[in-house]
């Protein structure tokens, strides 16, 4: 009996010290939980927390409202793989080796997710990460292969590939919802990156936005019509205007049938991606593409009555409306998952110690300079939303406009959960700015460079230096120009000042600064030819359809 109870209190004082402990566990690790948010070519200009008059994102405002705007957040080269490259590493593109889409990713060096894991975090990847590898340091992960699909997607898991049928959007918010519900563990914090494939090139958006968007009409961009005259020849040369380069079916979803049918009255001739309506199109089940049929039929009818009689201009016109209904149709399906993850880390508790970052992989073209795509140093690209919300810490409703890039990611994140970053990042901690400490942030002037040249959409090789109030870039490879716009007198940047004997001083200026942010980054012009050496190695041809 005696013994019996003295078992009984044994185990009873083992029990007790492990939930003791579970509990200090929990208590103890008081680290901050990071949602780190990514779509793929998600404009500033589509977030009504920057600018309302073509779509209200109320979600995706809520991080805003409740935290911090960037107005000055920028990539250091504008393209998928390279930002992600540059986000995952903390270094420029030129060091971390991912310059373009196309270069492969050398494996051994640490991402950020990796330190984060190594230090008792429990971390996880769900949607685009579109790098050619699969992700290091995530105790799970679902991702699409290369692009993914928008209608029933593949997917690459631990566990081998699956096909999830669906919406895109909506399948990755499951997979984040489901994992932050069952396999969290709660004795540690998390760092969860859920990052979306919407709104990327071809714009499928989901039946129900797609019927609705479609009877909306969008305020058109002030430079859609721009005729790049007082530039440089980069911008002429750029394959990505939208009635010269955007394509019929593969865009604007007229069917392939209806463009043959109406032959020379379907001029002038955009050369098409082969299988380009058919490849998100065919992928739809039967009851998938009767919904779509609804909204196409009309579309197809609306083009093959009136084209062949419109003005150039009214063409411009009729694309830039398609576009914008497909693409911000997209963008309203990402707000309404964002809300989604938000509404639950709210009703779970979460929301109160856990960071979230809204961003995207680059900015993109929403008809300015009669433009879509991506690439430029110009600011619709360049630029990228970003919006971080934590509570306690940062003051909600602030905007902040200091230069802040994508190569500051890691080290931020890894700073805000009090872990030291590596000493060879090439960012710079946005702690200072998030916890209103403004007077430690010194960064004046940002490094930008731009590589997939030639390559679809024919943006030519350049590299720059940007500060709040100038940009000046050199465009080299097959030519050898400079621009310069004076950011506060021509937002637009429709001026290239950069002969203009008034800005003399300040060219010279920029440059000695931009050298000396070269040196700093450890680029080069040594380094510029080596890449283009690998480049011709790799024989990249233009218009590859890889990517
Ligand atoms: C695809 C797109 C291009 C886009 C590149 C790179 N065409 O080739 O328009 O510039 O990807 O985009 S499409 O077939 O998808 O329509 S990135 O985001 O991956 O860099
Ligand atoms: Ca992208």
Not at 111 to 123: A, D, N, S
Not at 223 to 244: H, P
Request: glycine residues 6%.
């Amino acid at each position: 009996m005696r013994n019996k109870n003295h078992y009984l209190i044994a185990a009873l004082l083992v029990l007790g010290i492990y939930s003791c402990s579970q509990k200090e566990e929990t208590q103890a690790d008081k680290r901050p939980n990071i949602l780190f948010i990514m779509s793929d070519d998600h404009a500033y200009q589509a977030i009504s927390a920057y600018d309302d008059k073509l779509l209200q994102t109320p979600n995706i405002d809520r991080i805003a409202d409740e935290g911090m705007l960037f107005t000055n957040a920028c990539v250091s080269n504008s393209i998928c793989a390279p930002s992600r490259a540059t986000i995952l590493t903390g270094k420029h593109t030129h060091i971390n080796g991912k310059i373009d889409n196309l270069m492969p990713f050398d494996t051994s060096q640490v991402t950020f997710p990796q330190i984060f894991q190594q230090e008792g975090y429990q971390t996880a990847m769900f949607g685009k990460l579109h790098f050619g590898n699969n992700p290091k340091g995530v105790d799970e992960f679902m991702i699409l292969p290369g692009q993914g699909y928008y209608l029933n997607p593949d997917f690459n898991t631990p566990r081998g590939d699956t096909t999830i049928m669906g919406y895109v959007t909506d399948i990755i918010t499951d997979l984040t919802l489901n994992w932050l519900k069952d396999e969290r563990d709660p004795r540690k914090p998390f760092m969860m990156m859920y990052m979306h494939k919407a709104p990327h090139r071809p714009w499928w958006p989901n039946p129900e936005k797609f019927a609705e968007f479609t009877q909306k009409q969008f305020p058109e961009p002030e430079t859609l019509f721009d005729d790049y005259s007082n530039r440089g020849t980069a911008a002429k040369d750029a394959e990505m205007n939208l009635l010269t380069h955007m394509m019929y079916s593969h865009d604007s979803k007229v069917r392939p049938e209806v463009l043959e049918r109406m032959g020379e009255k379907a001029s002038p001739k955009v050369e098409e991606f082969e299988n380009g309506f058919y490849g998100p199109y065919g992928r739809a089940t039967a009851e998938q593409k009767a919904k779509y049929d609804l909204v196409l039929d009309g579309i197809n009818a609306d083009f093959e009555e009136n084209w062949p009689s419109m003005t150039e201009e009214e063409k411009m016109r009729w694309k830039y409306q398609r576009y914008m209904q497909d693409y911000l149709a997209c963008i309203s399906s990402v707000d309404d998952n964002v809300g989604r993850v938000l509404d639950y880390l709210e009703e779970s508790g979460l929301a109160e110690n856990t960071i979230v970052v809204y961003t995207s992989d680059q900015g993109f073209y929403l008809g300015e300079h009669g433009w879509f795509d991506k690439r430029f140093i110009y600011n619709e690209s360049f630029k990228t939303p970003l919006l971080v919300k934590w509570p306690n810490v940062i003051k909600p409703g602030t905007t902040e406009d200091e230069m802040v890039q994508n190569l500051d990611f890691a080290q931020t994140l890894l700073a805000a959960a009090g872990i030291t970053a590596l000493d060879d990042m090439q960012g710079e901690s946005l702690m200072p700015l998030l916890t209103g400490a403004r007077e430690q942030w010194t960064r004046d002037a940002v490094y930008y460079h731009y590589y997939e040249y030639p390559s679809v959409h024919m943006v030519k090789r350049h590299y720059g230096i940007v500060t709040k109030e100038f940009k000046l870039a050199h465009f080299y490879y097959d030519i050898d120009e400079w621009e310069l716009y004076d950011r506060a007198k021509d937002p637009l940047e429709m001026n290239n000042v950069y002969d203009d004997p008034a800005y003399a001083d300040k060219v010279q200026e920029l440059k000695l600064q931009l050298d000396d942010l070269r040196a700093q980054y450890k680029d080069s012009p040594e380094l510029d030819q080596k890449y283009i050496q690998i480049y011709k190695d790799m024989q990249v041809k233009k218009d590859n359809d890889f990517w």
